[in-house]
């Protein structure tokens, strides 16, 4: 059986945005397209937020709590990727719980890793429901803290 899957595996550090600028949902979306980028340099940062942004037209990837997961593939990407941000303002996602959200994790998966892309979901929706992770990372100061909270929050998981 395969050792449980940890985000380190396709969450970088480079891909962590500390503070997102953005004030509407496609802004943000080119913003986490932009960090993503940053990890895939094969991939334009455009054609990455189109991936998402043809999902969320789908349906809104915030699932509440002050949190998001759009997610999408892309068939040029070899392995799972993904980029993180936080938005202290808040903006309205269209949330399932119609709150503001603060939280983005950006995940792109290659086109035929239904099963890997399921699982990375489940991973992040995970992590996120615990409702004093989300406010560390709200509270945390730099990109770095940000990521080592991650990492050491899908440790205990």
Known sequence: MRPQMRIAEFLKPDAVVEELRSTTK???LRELSAALAK???NVSPQRLATVLEERERVNSTGVGEGVAIPHGKL???STLSASFGVCRAGIDFDAHDKKPTFLF???VAPENSAGLHLKALARISRLFRNASFRESILSA???QEIYSLILQEDAKA
């Open 26 to 28: 496609a802004e943000i």
């Open 39 to 41: 990890t895939n340099p």
């Open 75 to 77: 068939p040029e990407l």
């Open 105 to 107: 994790f950006a995940l």
């Open 141 to 143: 100061k730099g990109a």
